[in-house]
C-alpha cells in the first residue's frame, strides 16, 4: 500500500512541488533514508525573493550531518544515522525572526535556531518547492542519494508529543492543521498529488524511481475461492486438471475535501466509468468514500453534486493491485457571507475613527463551521462596519457573531445577542449585527427656558401648554453625520406635575404632540413641579427603559 521514491544521486533525480506559502508557525516534516555519505546533498529546497531555504546533508565520517540553510547562513543540527529518519521542523515567523527547531524520531534534534533578517512567506510563484536537490541557474545540483516518503506541512508549531506520534504512526490524513501533505504512495507515474487543504496543482516527479521500501510497511493478503481443493490421485488417475482457485480480493480506493479548508464534503456520488456504482458510492460525514475493486480493474472516478465543480474533474486509477488512499477530489463551489455592524434601525455607525488601531474601535467578526473544521475571523477596518468572507465552503451549517468590540456596553450586547446560524449550501448570504443604543427622550419644544440668563420653566395658572416630545438614539459621529438616530414609535407614559395627571399614549411618525392645561402651582418651597416622560422601547434585539424630567415655577396671573 505505502510507497516512497529512490532517488539515484548520479542520474540527478528530483521533484518538484507547486508553490505554496507558510503560515507564520509551520511545521515541516518528511521521512528519510541516506544512501551515504557523498558530498552535499539537498532533501528539500525553496527560494522566494532572493532567499533561499535547504534542509542538506554534509559528509560526517560514514555518515552525514543534516543542515539547515537560510538566508545565506548554514546550521549544523546532528548526524541523521542508518535507515528510515523521521525529521520535523517547526518554524517560527510570528517575531522579527525566524526559529527553527528540529526533532529526529519525535525527540529534540540540535539547538533551536535563529535566523534574522528573513523576509516573506516561503512564496514565489516562478519557484517550486524541489525535493532532492535544489536549482542552480536553469539548472539543478546537490542531488541526493536515497529514499523520501511522506512529505508534510502543517499550519502550526506542533507539538512534542504530536510530532512523536507522527513518528510512531501513520498520520491522520483529515487532521486539522495539515495544509499540504504528498504522501508519495503513487507508485506509477510522473504525477504526485497533495492530500493537504491548501489547493495545488499535482508535483512532478523527474527521475526518481517507486520504492515498496516505505517509511510504513503494510501487506494486504489476497483471498481465494475456494480456500481449499482436495485432489486424489491414483495409478490409473495420474493428474487432473481445471484445479482453479478464484481470485476475490478487492482493493480499497479512498479519498475526500473542500478546497483550501480542513473540512470534507459529505454526500458526494462517485461515478466509476461515468456510471452510478451499485449501491452508490457516497462521500460520508467525514468526506471519505471507499471502492473496492477486483485486482487490475482500470477505471475512471468522478465525483458529482448538484451543480458543484470539483477539481480534478476525474481520477483514473490504472491496473489496481494494492490499496490506493487520498484519492483527493477538490470541491472548488464556494460561497461569500457579508454583512454590517452598525446601530438601531438608522444602521448608523458604532466604530469609531481610526477602526482597528489607536484610539479607534477595535471590533472582531467571527464564523466557524459548527463541526470546527473551519474558522475565521475579520477586524473591521471601516467605520461603516461593513465585512465580508470570502471562499467558504458550501457547508450546511455556519455560526456567525461579533467577538469583540472596544466599547464594553456593545461587547456585552452582542454577547447578549449570540451569533446566527446560517446555511450556505445553495447560495450567498448576507446578515447584519444591530446594536441598539439606550434611547434618550427629548422635549423639542414646549417647555422653553424663561430667558437666555434663566433657565428655569415659568408658566402661567390655567394657560394651554403644546408639548412635542422625541425620542433618539445617539451613536458613533462622524463628519457629515451627527450619529443619531430618532426613533419612529413608542409607547410613553407622562407624568405631568404642571397639571397634575398621569397619561398613557403612543408615539409615532417620530413625534408625540401633548397638550395640557396648566395646574395651580406649588404653595411648598422650593414651589417647584416636574414634568416627567417615560418610555418602554422594545425589539427583537433589545428592551431599554428611558425618561425625560423637567422642572419649572408655576405662577398666577
Known amino acids: 500500500m505505502y510507497r516512497a521514491l529512490r532517488f539515484i544521486r548520479d ?34 529546497s525553496k ?14 565520517g560514514t555518515t552525514s550531518n543534516v543542515k539547515v540553510y537560510l538566508n545565506g547562513v548554514q546550521q549544523t543540527l546532528g548526524t541523521l544515522g542508518m535507515g528510515y529518519q523521521h525529521l520535523a521542523f517547526t518554524i517560527d515567523s510570528s517575531a522579527d525572526n525566524r526559529v527553527i527547531t528540529a526533532y529526529k524520531n ?115 493478503p489476497h483471498v481465494f475461492t475456494p480456500s481449499t481443493r482436495q485432489v486424489t490421485l491414483n495409478p490409473s488417475v495420474t493428474s487432473v486438471d481445471q484445479v482453479d482457485f478464484v481470485d476475490r480480493s478487492t482493493v480499497a480506493v479512498s479519498g475526500f475535501r473542500y478546497k483550501n479548508t480542513d473540512c470534507f464534503a459529505p454526500n458526494v456520488e462517485i461515478l466509476v466509468n461515468g456510471t452510478s456504482f451499485s ?37 483514473d486509477v490504472t491496473n489496481v493491485s494494492s490499496p490506493i488512499a487520498g484519492v483527493l477530489f477538490n470541491d472548488i463551489t464556494t460561497r461569500k457571507v457579508s454583512g454590517k455592524v452598525a446601530g438601531g434601525l438608522c444602521k448608523k455607525s458604532i466604530i469609531k475613527d481610526p477602526p482597528g488601531s489607536g484610539q479607534g474601535t477595535y ?60 446555511n ?48 433618539v438614539e445617539q451613536y458613533v459621529a462622524h463628519p457629515g453625520d451627527t450619529g443619531t438616530c430618532p426613533v419612529d414609535s413608542a409607547s410613553f407614559r407622562i407624568i405631568n406635575g404642571f397639571s397634575d395627571e398621569v397619561l398613557d399614549t403612543t408615539m409615532s411618525n417620530g413625534l408625540l404632540t401633548y397638550k395640557f392645561k396648566v395646574g395651580k402651582p406649588n404653595p411648598s418651597p422650593p414651589f417647584l413641579k416636574t414634568f416627567q416622560g417615560h418610555r418602554h422601547h422594545s425589539n427583537h434585539r433589545c428592551r431599554c427603559f428611558a425618561e425625560h424630567r423637567s422642572t419649572g415655577y408655576l405662577q398666577t396671573r
Open 47 to 60: 527560494k522566494w525573493n532572493g532567499n533561499d531555504f535547504r534542509i542538506l546533508l554534509s559528509p560526517n
Open 11 to 44: 542520474q540527478m533525480d528530483y521533484d518538484t512541488l507547486p508553490n505554496f506559502s507558510l503560515t507564520p508557525k509551520a511545521t515541516l516534516e518528511m521521512w528519510v533514508n541516506s544512501a551515504g555519505p557523498d558530498g552535499e546533498q539537498t532533501l528539500v
Open 279 to 315: 449501491p452508490k458510492i457516497l462521500t460520508d460525514s467525514t468526506g471519505k468514500f471507499t471502492i473496492d475493486f477486483d485486482p487490475g480493474a482500470t477505471a475512471t472516478l468522478t465525483p458529482v453534486f448538484e451543480d458543484h465543480l470539483f477539481v480534478p474533474a476525474f481520477w
Open 106 to 220: 519525535g525527540v529534540p534534534f540540535g539547538s533551536p535556531i535563529m535566523f534574522s533578517g528573513v523576509s516573506g512567506n516561503f512564496s514565489d510563484v516562478s519557484q517550486p518547492w524541489m525535493l532532492g536537490a535544489r536549482p542552480s541557474g536553469g539548472s539543478t545540483t546537490d542531488h541526493f542519494g536515497g529514499l523520501i516518503d511522506e512529505i508534510a506541512v502543517y499550519d502550526t508549531t506542533l507539538s512534542v508529543a504530536k510530532i512523536l506520534s507522527h513518528f510512531q504512526a501513520p498520520r491522520d490524513m483529515q487532521e486539522m492543521g495539515l495544509r499540504v501533505y504528498f504522501p508519495l504512495d503513487e507508485g506509477s507515474g510522473s504525477r504526485l498529488n497533495n492530500s493537504g487543504s491548501v489547493f495545488l496543482s499535482a508535483g512532478k516527479n523527474f527521475g526518481a524511481d517507486w520504492s515498496a521500501f516505505a517509511a510504513r510497511q503494510m501487506t494486504e
Open 363 to 422: 471590533c472582531v467578526v467571527k464564523i466557524r463551521s459548527v463541526d470546527g473544521c473551519l474558522e475565521r475571523q475579520i477586524l473591521i477596518d471601516n467605520i461603516e462596519g461593513d465585512f465580508e468572507f470570502l471562499e467558504l465552503p458550501p457547508l450546511k451549517e455556519f455560526t456567525v457573531a461579533v467577538v469583540e468590540h472596544s466599547d464594553p456596553l456593545i461587547k456585552t450586547a452582542f454577547q447578549v445577542l449570540g451569533g446566527s446560524t446560517i
Open 424 to 471: 450556505l449550501t445553495k447560495k450567498d448570504t448576507m446578515l447584519e449585527f444591530i446594536y441598539f443604543a439606550p434611547p434618550d427622550v427629548q422635549i423639542t419644544s414646549g417647555l422653553d427656558p424663561y430667558s437666555p440668563t434663566c433657565d428655569q420653566i415659568v408658566l402661567d395658572q390655567g394657560e394651554y401648554k403644546t408639548v412635542t416630545i422625541q425620542m
